[in-house]
């Protein structure tokens, strides 16, 4: 496969990872809630994909900070920007932790009753 060098995202090494930059991108509801849905998926996902809540440009804002502090990774195939979880970088730098967290937000759901834990709660 040939890639156009343009294309190509930066992505930190796995060397280069670190907790405090994953739990900085895991702290914000909306990025928690992009790496929740694509470890839930089977594939990669296309940013197209995601119905979020905020704008187009901080969408963007949101996968690249993900990127950035490798969480995930990203690629194009075609014209289509694709997103997948970092599992096997984060469980051999921080086992657990990735589980973990996610495991925290679904628990947060069931006690807060709602869908999706990382959305903002409704009107009191």
Not at 21 to 27: E, Q, T
Not at 65 to 83: D, H, M, P, W
């Amino acid at each position: 496969m040939t890639t156009n060098a343009a294309r190509v995202l930066a992505h930190p090494s796995r060397e280069e990872i670190r907790v405090e930059g994953v739990l900085h991108a895991l702290s914000d509801p909306i990025r928690l809630r992009i790496v929740r849905q694509l470890a839930g998926a089977t594939d990669e996902q296309a940013c197209s994909r995601f119905d979020l809540p905020v704008s187009k440009s901080t969408t963007t804002h949101h996968f690249r900070v993900l990127r950035e502090n490798g969480v995930i990774a990203q690629f194009y195939r075609g014209t289509a920007k694709l997103s997948c979880v970092r599992t096997e970088d984060l469980d051999a730098l921080f086992p657990g932790l990735l589980d973990s967290v996610l495991a925290g937000v679904e628990l947060q759901a069931e006690r807060l009753g709602r869908a999706d834990a990382s959305a903002p709660a409704g009107p009191a």
